[in-house]
């Protein structure tokens, strides 16, 4: 927490911007508490940004260090752009918290314990000989110990749920207490739990209940010197209509947009893996959008089926992470050389192989760009924050269907869960991209092209007279007939490479997303590393630094003043959850002395890791 | 499914494609081509709303001869890309051309949850139990001890029957036909296209190059009214030259007999009916193999559902308009929780 400012008028002390972590078992809750504590912030007009981080296993074995799940939110009353590099306050549920999350809280930080979980089967599972709360472990901290399973329990005992239940409220009166220290309105999550548990009355009771027990025990008991409550004023936002927003929501409402903005059916193909499910998910709910979902029997099918909707007219669609882009590889080949549109979602996690499902990372840029046989462009695209992912989503439909091409949209598990306050755009002031179906049958060939785009024409199968084959095989410039011709082959790999880097004349040009557009160093960041990147700069260039944020959502083609914006710099430096993917991209391309700076831990990047970075290659 | 009448009636040069045939001198799939080329017009169908789907083999080279919509895709994947089309078009006529090795070893689980799923197409299995377009490798219909490239010393996998296979998987029409034998073929495919549903046609197919007379035993005239079984629904399991031989099933279904019919045998009436409604019966003459037993011909199983999968897709679509109305964007994304900043 930042250094008090100021009291308010109820003698609350104001503080810029607060850091919190909820830690807990996986089935402790967290992640429920940490959205409602979102939601709340959200509505008490702080700006935020939320980072989830949760463990593979559904139901790990409980009082483990690997079950432990947390939820990190950064609130302020100015911009915020990271989840927060460390806790302010850390919740900690179980000693196996408190083991995994006390070497992130700095010193000073608030630690709320619940004691009653600290039992001497808890402590052993943590690892922990000696039981951290009685030794001298927490005497850099701030800590409030709080029997949190006995106070919840005893806050619902009069209805009767029996223990388990009972026990289950502790993260919801953990919540209440947190609403006091940082003067939240219960209301809106009361009608949440309300809505929530309408067919079962006792448990919103009982939650509700243990919600006002963790508030008033606030209010009544007697704290410990430094803690105290607390009030973040409001963020200056721009004005409008705002939602919280996850990067997998915004996906899939943004290829329900972009449906509607082609005039097309959206057909989505998937199959189900971590992180992307929730993409079908959402899209299941959509049936009244004109958007059909299938969940496929297994990722290649998901494609293929996606592939075969295109070549009958609708816009194919289909989501996975990194894994499952492995096996669609054929499949988008396949949409490569039949010139069909196809959009793809990767949802990115940490691999190679399984790797860790639920962790973040951005290792899937290669294979995006090259992962397939034959020489196979296609145009990938990457959103930075969850909001972006629904205009991305909307571009990536547009350019599939203008170019005739497969689009691929990085995206990653820290955007697919992360939330975000975003400003509702109104769809009425989209531009709309109305696809027309090749009708002329005169001279027709399936692969007579758009002279401008390159596009190949686009017939929907059921047209009188147009009837024709497509497929795998490499087809003749002239006559759209299967052709082994050497010089054929060597012209048509040209002109699917040329129309994919015709797609740049028609994006904007790379911007300056922070400092002077020349100078001694660039940094140049893309996807969900745009808030820490963006932060690091900002403080280096506080410092005085020279130093400049681009951050690239055009993968591939690249953006087409990109070359020359980078010659404008001494250094380059590349920030990537990867072990160094973009920055070889553009060594290749540009021939420029890139650098690399990686993180390849499954976490998103701290700001100070990257300002770090920053001051080692400026010398500073 | 029935379509608009064409304008005028279509003949067999209709749906010749102008691509020169690639197959090789004396291969089935030039029967097979010839059949579809003529049975189409009888359906009545329209060459823009037909489409021909297929993966990679011989066989998949089938679209490019057909003067239709068509869609040459990749190895096995054929039944996963023609469920997509006709997700996105219902009104199309999706038929998907594949063979042993295409539609049972490396596209074995698409073909499998097609099937299950029933979607509204119909499947052409053609069975020359080889890999022919690359050079004759053993194939998942291979019988044992098959002698190829890969498989010097014969091959030591048992086979898979693809009629049993497409029963398993709960296929609801399922057929086996000959590739010469051009008329009955027409007239199974005509059955096929009819059928609400996915429909499985296994074509015994020869390969000349690189597994000659594999179906020999079963298709050359001096032996196919004893090798052969042609069932009809509602028929008695009649073969031989001159009907004097029958099929019956055992008590209790556990197999079945062939039987003298006729004098000096069983009378007609003691013979088994074909009822293609009936799955066991299916799985018996499904599994019917030489020396001992005929090989089941015509429409093993019938038996359609209430909806296909392409009906109940199509039906839950319009059912969220009907209840939530046409999707509003601007609603949805204010859905739930929002707030406003003046």
Same mark, same amino acid.
């Given at each position: 927490m930042d250094t008090p400012v100021s009291n308010s008028a109820d003698g609350r002390e104001i503080l810029e911007s607060v850091v919190i972590r909820f830690a807990g078992?996986?089935?402790?809750g967290m992640q429920l508490a940490g959205t409602q504590f979102t939601q709340s912030t959200a509505v008490a007009g702080n700006d935020l940004a939320t980072f989830p981080d949760f463990p593979a296993e559904i139901r790990a074995p409980a009082g483990t260090t690997f079950g432990v799940s947390g939820f990190q939110i950064h609130f302020a009353s100015h911009d915020v752009l990271t989840p927060g590099d460390a806790p302010d306050v850390l919740v900690a549920m179980n000693p196996a918290a408190l083991k995994v999350n006390l070497a992130d809280v700095p010193t000073g930080g608030l630690i709320i314990v619940n %004691? =009653?979980?600290?039992?001497k089967a808890n402590l052993k599972k943590a690892g922990y000989e000696e039981n951290p709360l009685e030794d001298d472990t927490l005497s850099p901290f701030r800590v409030l110990k709080i029997d949190i399973s006995r106070l919840a329990v005893s806050a619902v005992e009069?209805?009767?749920? =029996?223990s388990k239940s009972a026990q289950r409220t502790k993260n919801v009166w953990t919540l209440g207490l947190l609403y006091w220290m940082f003067d939240r309105d219960r209301r809106p999550t009361v009608e949440w739990l309300e809505s929530k548990f309408a067919k079962k009355p006792r448990i919103a009771e009982a939650n509700i209940a243990a919600l006002n027990a963790g508030h008033i025990y606030g209010e009544t008991a007697e704290m410990p010197q430094g803690v105290g409550t607390y009030k973040v004023p409001k963020a200056v936002v721009e004005p409008g209509t705002y939602r919280n927003v996850t990067g997998n929501d915004a996906l899939a409402w943004g290829l329900a947009a972009g449906g509607r903005l082609s005039g097309l059916p959206i057909m989505f193909g998937s199959y189900p893996i971590t992180p992307a499910s929730s993409v079908l998910h959402a899209l299941a709910k959509l049936k009244n959008f004109n958007v059909t979902t299938f969940q496929a029997e297994d990722e290649i099918a998901a494609v293929c089926s996606a592939v075969g909707a295109s070549f009958g007219g609708s816009l194919g669609v289909t989501s996975t992470s990194g894994p499952g882009l492995a096996l669609k590889g054929e499949a988008i080949g396949l949409a490569i050389i039949t010139e069909l549109p196809l959009v793809i979602l990767d949802v990115q996690r940490a691999g190679p192989s399984t790797g860790m499902p639920t962790k973040t990372e951005q290792s899937d840029l290669f294979q995006a760009v090259w992962g397939r046989n034959g020489d196979a462009p296609l145009c990938v695209l990457a959103p930075a924050t969850p909001g972006e992912c629904f205009h991305y989503a909307i571009e990536a439909c547009r350019i599939a269907t203008k170019y005739m091409t497969p689009v691929i949209v990085l995206s990653d598990g820290f955007i697919a869960n992360g939330a975000e306050p975003w400003k509702i755009p109104d769809f009425n002031t989209l531009e709309r991209f109305d696809v027309k179906f090749h009708q002329d049958t005169e001279n027709f060939h399936p692969y007579q092209r758009d002279p401008d785009t390159l596009a190949r024409v686009w017939v929907k199968? =059921? %047209?009188?007279?147009?009837e024709h084959r497509i497929g795998g095989l490499e087809k003749h410039y002239e006559s759209g007939n299967i052709s082994y011709d050497p010089d054929n082959h060597h012209k048509m790999t040209k002109i699917r490479a040329q129309k994919i880097q015709n797609i740049a004349q028609d994006q904007p040009e790379q911007a300056v997303d922070l400092g002077n557009t020349t100078g001694a160093l660039a940094v140049v960041g893309w996807g969900s590393t745009f808030g820490s990147v963006n932060q690091a700069v900002r403080r280096a260039r506080g410092e005085g630094l020279d130093v400049s944020h681009i951050h690239i959502r055009q993968i591939w083609p690249l953006p087409r003043n990109l070359k020359t914006l980078l010659g404008g710099f001494e250094k380059i430096l590349v920030p990537e959850l990867n072990n160094g993917q973009l920055v070889r991209v553009l060594r290749a391309e540009y021939l420029v002395p890139a650098e690399p700076l990686d993180k390849i831990a499954g976490q998103p990047f701290k700001v100070s890791e990257v300002l770090a970075g920053i001051r080692e290659h400026l010398n500073a | 499914m029935p379509l608009d009448p064409p304008a005028k009636k279509l003949t067999r040069k209709d749906f010749v494609s102008d691509q020169e045939v690639r197959w090789c001198p004396g291969c089935g799939d030039y029967a097979i081509l010839a059949a579809m080329q003529r049975a189409l017009p009888e359906m009545g169908v329209t060459r823009e709303k037909t489409v021909f789907v297929s993966g990679i083999g011989c066989s998949s080279r089938f679209p490019y001869y057909m003067n239709t919509y068509g869609f040459h895709t990749i190895h096995g994947r054929a039944p996963a890309v023609a469920t997509g089309l006709k997700l996105a078009n219902p009104e199309l006529d999706v038929w998907v051309i594949t063979g042993d090795g295409d539609g049972l070893s490396i596209g074995g689980n698409h073909l499998m949850h097609l099937l299950r799923r029933n979607v509204d197409v119909q499947l052409m299995l053609f069975n020359n139990r080889i890999y022919g377009l690359t050079k004759g490798q053993y194939s998942p219909t291979s019988l044992l001890g098959q002698r190829s490239p890969s498989t010097p010393?014969?091959?030591?996998d048992e086979p898979l029957i693809p009629t049993v296979f497409a029963l398993g998987a709960g296929a609801r029409f399922v057929a086996r036909g000959i590739d010469t034998s051009i008329k009955t073929l027409g007239s199974l495919l005509g059955d096929a296209r009819d059928h609400r549903g996915t429909s499985f046609v296994e074509i015994l197919q020869n390969c000349p190059v690189f597994n000659n007379g594999t179906w020999d035993g079963v298709t050359s005239k001096e032996v196919a009214s004893d090798t052969q079984l042609w069932v009809e629904h509602g028929q008695p399991l009649l073969f031989g030259k001159d009907k004097e031989k029958g099929l019956r099933v055992l008590a209790g279904g556990r197999g079945v007999e062939v039987v003298k019919v006729g004098p000096g045998g069983m009378p007609v009436s003691e013979i088994t009916v074909h009822d293609e409604t009936n799955r066991p019966l299916a799985f018996l003459l499904a599994q019917l193999a030489l020396p001992d037993m005929p090989m089941a011909f015509g429409v093993l199983y019938r038996s359609p559902a209430p909806l296909s999968y392409t009906d109940a897709v199509v039906t839950q679509n319009t059912e969220a308009i009907t209840r939530s109305g046409e999707g509003d964007i601007n609603a949805l994304l204010r859905s739930g929780h929002t707030w406003t900043v003046e």
């Open positions: 078992d996986s089935g402790d %004691t =009653g979980a600290f039992n009069h209805l009767e749920l =029996g199968p =059921g %047209t009188p007279g147009l | 010393m014969g091959s030591v």
